[in-house]
C-alpha cells in the first residue's frame, strides 16, 4: 500500500506540512539493524498511530524523534528544525514544544503529583512556585483527575491515575506535539475507553499533534486519523485503519483483520448504528 500523501506534499516548505517528518532512518544494535531506511511524515493537527510486532523498533523511533537516541543515518525533522543541526537553543525551543507519556508514567516517585508537574516548569521557565503550583493544578484537572491528586504521591495512585498525572506533567509546558507510548496499557477496557476520550477532547481542544504508539485496536479505531505500520524494518504503510483493513501484507492483514481486529472494528460499526 502506498502512503496516500498528496502529489507535491513533500515539496512545500515543512512548516506547512509536517510537525515531524523523518528520512531515511537507520538505526541500529551492534550488527542488529532495527530501522533501515525508514520514512515517515506526521501531519500537523493529527493523531497518528504507530504500530508494529514485538521487535519492530517503535519505542526505538519515539526515542530518536526526541534525541534519546541517535541513528546511525537519516534526518528528521521536528516543528521545522533537523535535530542534527540543531544548536542548543532550539534543542531548548523544541524541549518545551513536546510533551512524552512514557509507558509506565515515569514519575518521580518521591514527589507529589503536583511537584511532578511542576517539574518541567522549574526547568524551562521563570515561573515563581506559587504560579506553577497553579497551572499545575490547572493540569490535573485538565486530565480529570480530583483537586486532592495534586498532594499525592505516585504509588498512592491507581494506574489509571498515574497515567492521567503523566499526563498532565507531558501538558505542562502547554505543548504542541504529545508523544504518547502505550497510553492505554494495563488499564481495563472502561479505563482505556476513557483515556481514548481524553486523548481526543484534548486534541482537539489544544489544537495537539500526537504521536502515539499502541497495541491497542480499540484506540486505532477510535482515536487516529492515521496509522503508521512498521514492518521489515521501515513503514511499510501510512492510512486511516480503514485503508489499513485493504491493504495486502501479511502482518498488517493479520493485525486488522484478525480475530481482535474484527472484533474492534465490529464494535465500532456498532457504536456508530
Given at each position: ?29 551492534g ?20 504500530v508494529?510486532?514485538s ?17 546511525q ?7 521545522g ?24 508514567g ?25 504560579e ?33 498525572a503523566?499526563l ?55 482515536i ?50
Amino acid at each position: 500500500m502506498s502512503d496516500p500523501v498528496p502529489p507535491g506534499e513533500f515539496d512545500r516548505p515543512l512548516s506547512d506540512v509536517a510537525a515531524i517528518e523523518v528520512r531515511g532512518l537507520r538505526t541500529a544494535f551492534g550488527d542488529h539493524v532495527v530501522h533501515d531506511n525508514l520514512d515517515l511524515m506526521v501531519r500537523r493537527g493529527e493523531v497518528m498511530g504507530v504500530v508494529g510486532g514485538s521487535g519492530s523498533g517503535k519505542s526505538v523511533l519515539l526515542n530518536s524523534i526526541i534525541g534519546l537516541r541517535t541513528p546511525q543515518a537519516g534526518t528528521i525533522s521536528v516543528l521545522g528544525h533537523e535535530l542534527q543541526r540543531a544548536s542548543r537553543r532550539s534543542w531548548s525551543e523544541l524541549e518545551r514544544s513536546w510533551g512524552v507519556l512514557f509507558q509506565h508514567g515515569a514519575l518521580f516517585s518521591n514527589l507529589t503529583v503536583r511537584e511532578n508537574v511542576t517539574a518541567p516548569m522549574f526547568e524551562h521557565t521563570k515561573m515563581t512556585r506559587a504560579e506553577a503550583a497553579e497551572l499545575a493544578d490547572l493540569k490535573i484537572a485538565m486530565v480529570g483527575l480530583r483537586p486532592d491528586a495534586g498532594a499525592l504521591k505516585p504509588s498512592e495512585l491507581s494506574g489509571g491515575m498515574r497515567k492521567r498525572a503523566g499526563l498532565a506533567r507531558a501538558l505542562a509546558l502547554d505543548p504542541e506535539l504529545l508523544f504518547l507510548d502505550e497510553p492505554t496499557s494495563g488499564l481495563d477496557p472502561i479505563g482505556a475507553a476513557g483515556f481514548d476520550t481524553l486523548i481526543r477532547d484534548l486534541t482537539d481542544c489544544l489544537g495537539l499533534t500526537v504521536f502515539m504508539i499502541t497495541h491497542d485496536l480499540d484506540s486505532l479505531y477510535e482515536i487516529t486519523d492515521r496509522v503508521a505500520v512498521l514492518a521489515d524494518r521501515k513503514v511499510v504503510a501510512t492510512a486511516p485503519v480503514g485503508e489499513l483493513e485493504h491493504s495486502d501484507h501479511p502482518w498488517i492483514r493479520e493485525y486488522f483483520l484478525g480475530v481482535r481486529g474484527r472484533a474492534a472494528r465490529k464494535a465500532r460499526q456498532t457504536v456508530e448504528y
